[in-house]
Every structure is written in structure tokens, then in C-alpha cells.
């Protein structure tokens, strides 16, 4: 779909990326602050006519052999900063998009505000929105210029936690709900975890790892990206039921039931948990009279001391899925932990919190 | 007594189409000094300036020179259009034009400044051209900046008397403006007549003034 091969001089270093994107979903470009995420965002825009080397996407050539401007390219673009005119209002704002598109994707303006949740905004003037506001009205003027791609450089970096967990399934959602393939920077893991289909990571202007989400979030480059406290897995499974008593909810991943506080999601809808490894507690023996609520056995398969620090990562096979932990080395020569090895892990339903979405499949179980 | 009021419409012309011209000119110049990032920009950015600090009487004696039809300029000018620059109305509308060029060139800089280059990069990826981008984006939102540069170079115009003096002369009808009317009437003791033609310009210059205050006031077009 979309392929590059470009360098970019830096004041520290140069952004030299050679890829190829591959089509659909919501792709995460990860990597830590100023390691050269936006500059290829604002390559891949048409934004940085001086960048050498060739962006082409889909057959047509937008760099290399010339230079298409930003405003042939018809991609989106979602900026940190929201960037909406401030001369025009809501309504303003989006019809200066819907104007402008060069083609008919069959994305409606009843469709976009409805998704975004807008119909009370079209009369406001945008100085007046809060900061979630103004970035579901810049999410959807861009959709409705019609584009072949969306990019999203870190929208949510400004926001609030709720206003983040709001507009997050928003983003995850765009590309089945809409069509359009989206590239999504941050350096934040907890976004990766809930938006991404993909995840390519970057340092130091260079990209150093692609993959499925799942896959990525358990390799430890990644994890040492974005800081060991942030460590962790993806666990995608389905709502198998609710406790509305007790407000628990039950997620099936792949026959191991896990439980955490209530979500609004049907029963039979697919979601993905993240479970940080620092929220994980490991027992070689099945503990008892214990409030914690999810313990399931499993095989270590790898262990990773960090040398130089108090801690070691254990990842640990549960069948259909993998969960990592966070412990001290001590504690791992004490129960004598070694790859192979039966443990039990132990992770609080509380930990799930908010790290809980409907995935972004969201198909409904048969 | 008679007013003779034929200097101020002539003031108020000159003013105009000055104005008017300068908007057509400044606009280009202050969006390049804006964006561009050439070394050439300190260079371009002095020349504008100079007529702040230069006297009148400087600038008008170079454009004398400059606009004399025995010059290159003045001459090919004459060629071309069959008027003189020198002691004529449109030697006074070039000599106006250079003159007043900072006054609209520097606010509209600085509100292009100001606006950056954050929504012209979002226009664009709407697929808003160039041009589109200029006239839909960038003037609404430098509003501001060309109420300013527009009154200051009108009100600028209007009060020259120094480059009109070494350019113009004293031509009734031609280059006779207001300010030249006023410093002959004092010239030749005509009080009243001094009186009443300064009375009108300070009058109108407050009127103009105080309109664009409000103005800005009423609408205070926000930059972000």
C-alpha cells in the first residue's frame, strides 16, 4: 500500500526508513520522544518537501521522481494540536474538508458526526470546545476530506485520562467502521495495547522491529522503549459473562477465564487486556485463602535477569496466551524458578482496570 | 472665505491608491519574509525598513534622481507610459508606495509570523491548494494584520509631505496635497486657511483612527 524508502537529516540524526506498510488496520508507530516518529509522519503527509529518497503509495510515486504536494495526497493528517481554524466553527470546520475531498469514499457526514459523537458541537466555535472536543472534530474533518489514509500524530499526548479512554475505541474503530487504513504515533504503550493491529517500533530515526501487536508487546526491545515499568502482554479473548451483582465481568481467552470489573461490552464481543508484568505475582504452589481472583497455571519459558537491577522478566506459557511478570532476581532463586518450570500466576482483577476495550474486531461470537 | 479643499481630495486619492497598491505589493513580500528561510531575509527585511529611519527629504532626493527623465528609470518610464515620474501624480503614487511599504509589510509579517505554519499544513492535507489555503485560511485569520497595515499606510500616506515636496513640488491638482497646502498657507501667512485645512486632516485622522480601534476591538480575530 503504502511503501517508503527515505532519509531525513536531523539535528541529532538522520530519519532513515526503508518499508513497506502494509494495508488495513491501525498501525502503531512506537518508539520514545524525538526518536523521528513525526518527522516520517510528516513525510509520508507531503509536509517535508526536502527529504531524499521515494514514498509511493499504491502505484502512485509522491517522491522520488518529483514531488506531489501535500494537497494531491489526500491523506489525513491528526495533529497533536488539533489544528482546527479558529475563524470557522465546528460545522465550518468540517464542511471545509467535505468541500475539498477529491473522491467519494462513502463517508457521510451523518456517519462521522454520529461516530464521533459531534451533533451537539456543529454550531460551537472551536475555542470554545475542551481539549477531547476539539480532537474528535480534527478526527473527523479529516475523515471527511475522503482520505486514503489517515495519520495520527500522538492525538491524545495533550489529554486527560478520561478524555483519552473515550476517544481511544473511537481510533481503533476507524478503519472497520470507515475504511481507511490509519498510522498511529505515540510512545505510549497503553495506546499501542488498545488500538493497534500492527506495531512497527523506532530509534534513533531507524525502525527496528514490525509485527502483530501481541507478538510485539512481549519482545523485550519493545518493552525497553518504552521503560520496564510499562512491560507487559496482550490477551485477547471474549466476553463470556457479566456479574451484574458483583459488577464482574468474565473474558474467555481461549478457555481461560479471567475476571476483572464490570465492562460495558456484550456478552460474545472480543476484547483485548493488557496485563503489565509489574501486576503479576508468581507461586509455585496454588495459593489459598487469598483475595486475589485470577490464578492460572502455567510453564515458564523464558526468564530474563536484568543485570545491574533488582528484577528479572519471567514470560509464562497459560496455553492459549502468555502473560509476563515482573519479580525480584531474589525471588526467583528462592522458589527456584528455571524455563521449563510450573508456575502459577496471580494477577488482581483490578489490574485490568481501564485497560480493558472492545477489540478492534468487535465481531460478535456465533 | 473659501476653503480650498482640492488638497485634500488629492491627499485622500493619493492615500488611496497607495493603499491600494501596497496591499497588492506587501502582501506577497511580508508572506515571503514570513516563511521563507533564505539568508537573503535580513537583507530584504532592512531594505523594507529603511524609510522608518531615513528622512523624507533623503529618500525623496534618490527618488529624484531615480525618477528625473534623463535617468535609466525615470526615462524608460516615460518611454513606456509617456509620463513623467518627476512633478506628477504617479511619480508621487511610486514615491508614496516606497515609503509607506513598511507600515503595511511589517504587520502583515508578523501576523503571517504569528499564524505559523500549523494550519497551512492542516488545510493542506484537506487538500485546500496554495492559493485555496491563502484566501480561505491564512487572510481570515490575519485579519488583524491588514486592518493595521491598511490604516497605517493610508494614514501614513496621507501625512507625507517631505518625499512629496522632493518629488512632486507644488502642482495644484497634481502633486499639490494636503500638506503642501498647509506649509504654503503658512508660508504666506494665510492662517485661516492653515487653521482649517489642519483642523479637517487632524479631524479625519482621529475619525480613521478611532474606527479601527473599535473595529479591532468588536473583533478580536483570535490566532489559536
Known sequence: MLALDISLPRDRFSVKVRHRFSAGGVTALFGPSGCGKSSLLRVIAGHEPGAGGSVSCDGDVWQGAGFVPAHRRQIGYVFQEARLFPHL????????????????????????????????????????????????????????????????????????????????????DLPKRFGVPVIYVTHALDEVAQVADHVVTMKEGRLIGVGPVAEMLEQPEMQGLAGRFEAGTILEGRVASHDRAM?????????????????????????????????????????????TRNIHEGRVIKLMPEEGTAFAEVLIDLGPAHVQARITRAAVAQLGLAEGGLVFALIKSVSFDRRALPGVKNVAAV | MTIDLAPLWLSLRLAFVTTLVLLLLGTPLAWWLA??????????????????????????????????????????????????????????????????????????????????????????????????????????????????????????????????????????????????????????????????????????????????????????????
Open chain 1, 89 to 172: 466553527d465546528v460545522a465550518g470546520n468540517l464542511g471545509f474538508a467535505e468541500k475539498r475531498a477529491k473522491r467519494d469514499n462513502g463517508i457521510t457526514r451523518d456517519a462521522v458526526v454520529g461516530a464521533l459523537g459531534l451533533s451537539g458541537l456543529m454550531h460551537r466555535a472551536v475555542q470554545d470546545l475542551s481539549g477531547g472536543e476539539r480532537q474528535r472534530v480534527s478526527i473527523a474533518r479529516s475523515l471527511l476530506s475522503q482520505p486514503r489514509l489517515m495519520l495520527m500524530d500522538e492525538p491524545l499526548a495533550a489529554l486527560d485520562h478520561r478524555a483519552k479512554a473515550g476517544i481511544l475505541p473511537l481510533i481503533a
Open chain 1, 247 to 291: 459488577l464482574l465481568t468474565c473474558v474467555d481467552v481461549g478457555g481461560v477465564p479471567f475476571e476483572m470489573p464490570f465492562m460495558d461490552v456484550p456478552v460474545g464481543f472480543s476484547v483485548r487486556l493488557r496485563v503489565r508484568a509489574r501486576d503479576v505475582t508468581l507461586a509455585v504452589k496454588r495459593p489459598e485463602g487469598i483475595s
Open chain 2, 35 to 224: 516563511m521563507t528561510r533564505r539568508r537573503l531575509k535580513p537583507v530584504v527585511e532592512a531594505i523594507t525598513a529603511l524609510p522608518l529611519v531615513l528622512p523624507p527629504t533623503v529618500l525623496g532626493f534618490y527618488l529624484l534622481i531615480l525618477f528625473s527623465p534623463s535617468g535609466g528609470f525615470g526615462g524608460f518610464f516615460l518611454k513606456l507610459t509617456g509620463t513623467s515620474l518627476t512633478f506628477s501624480f504617479t511619480g508621487l503614487v511610486v514615491a508614496s508606495v516606497l515609503y509607506s511599504l513598511p507600515f503595511m509589510v511589517q504587520p502583515l509579517q508578523s501576523s503571517f509570523e504569528a499564524l505559523g505554519r500549523g494550519p497551512l499544513e492542516a488545510a493542506a492535507s484537506l487538500g485546500a491548494a496554495p492559493l485555496d489555503r491563502f484566501f480561505t485560511v491564512v487572510t481570515p485569520l490575519a485579519l488583524r494584520g491588514y486592518i493595521t497595515g491598511l490604516v497605517l499606510s493610508f494614514a501614513h500616506t496621507l501625512g507625507e509631505f517631505g518625499v512629496v515636496l522632493m518629488v512632486g513640488g507644488n502642482i495644484p491638482g497634481q502633486t499639490r496635497v494636503i500638506s503642501i497646502a498647509i506649509y504654503e498657507h503658512v508660508e504666506t501667512l494665510d492662517y485661516a486657511q492653515a487653521h482649517w485645512l489642519s483642523a479637517v486632516l487632524l479631524g479625519f485622522s482621529f475619525a480613521v483612527l478611532l474606527l479601527v480601534f473599535t473595529v479591532n476591538r468588536r473583533f478580536p480575530v483570535k490566532v489559536i
